[in-house]
């Protein structure tokens, strides 16, 4: 038996991007696979009053069984009531690779979808894309596309280098597909080694400055679909303390180096108006877990190492929200 987000008190995503874009802000979409997770992003979106687009991975549906995934998420409108304040919710699936997999979720309680064709040949992307916005639009999901290739990880397709989306291709794929929102490649990439050293420069500090995003690309794109929603994934800034607590006890990361907030708050005040940061959360939750297995070796209790991670991992999505995304006060 299918069931409706309707009837769970979610909503799809298209007039919160519609106000993002008309805003000048990014709703923040923030990924889980776990309680602590889930926990943390509501009650900093609670707390700075900001809408959330919760996602889902197909990878995190095989982590953690994608029945009790939903159904955590099935819980979250009632818990933001009990935090005191009621912010809008979309549970959206990211990186779907097939039809089945988002019609799966589209019975099951998602808002929203992305089917990533992105891999695809082109005109085989247009098909797959539009075979999912049919199925969803009749549910009045919403659907998210994606033309051009990041650079880096998607669960298990590696691409080595970015193809950067061409904006000479977007109306075509828009109109054609019926997507409500288009994700593109300007020079984020997914993981927490998005350049290498040898690609940055240093400024006077010595401190290693990445190569800037490709802001002429997402303007062309946007004169060819004016106020169209955009999605920037692969957006975690990496930030040092967190490289630097995890090496401190015990880690070996290497190269981790990400994009610059200052880019997605840039970023955020165009027609982008939807950022996805997963890596950073990994980051802050192993580097709590890492202080406290190291400074309390008589612990034991799970709770005292994901609870410190839970927190911190609140702290951190209370900074995007305030000062990266600027999606804070807009629920
Ligand atoms: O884009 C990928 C997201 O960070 C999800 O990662 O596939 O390892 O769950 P995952
Ligand atoms: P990061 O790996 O940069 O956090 O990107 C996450 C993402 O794009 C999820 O779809
Ligand atoms: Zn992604």
Known sequence: MSISYKDLGLVNSRELLKKAVDGGYAIPAYNFNNLEQIQAILQACVETKSPVILQVSSGARKYANSTLLRNLARG???YVKELGYEIPIVLHLDH?????????CIDNGFSSVMIDGSHHSYEDNIALTKKVVEYAHKHDVTVEGELGVLAGIEDDVVAEHHTYTEPDEVIDFVSRTGVDSLAISIGTSHGANKFTPEQCTRDENGVLVPPPLRFDILEEIEKKIPGFPIVLHGSSSVPQKYVETINQYGGDLKDSIGIPEEQLRKAAKSAVCKINIDSDGRLAMTAAVR???????????PRKYLGPARDELKQLYMHKNNNVLGSAGKA
């Not at 779907?96 to 799966?104: A, N, Q, R, S, V």
């Not at 202080?291 to 209790?301: H, L, Q, W, Y």
């Open 96 to 104: 779907g690779d097939t039809f089945e997999l988002c019609k799966d």
């Open 76 to 78: 979250a409108v009632e």
């Open 291 to 301: 202080e406290v297995m190291a400074t309390k070796p008589g612990e034991f209790d």
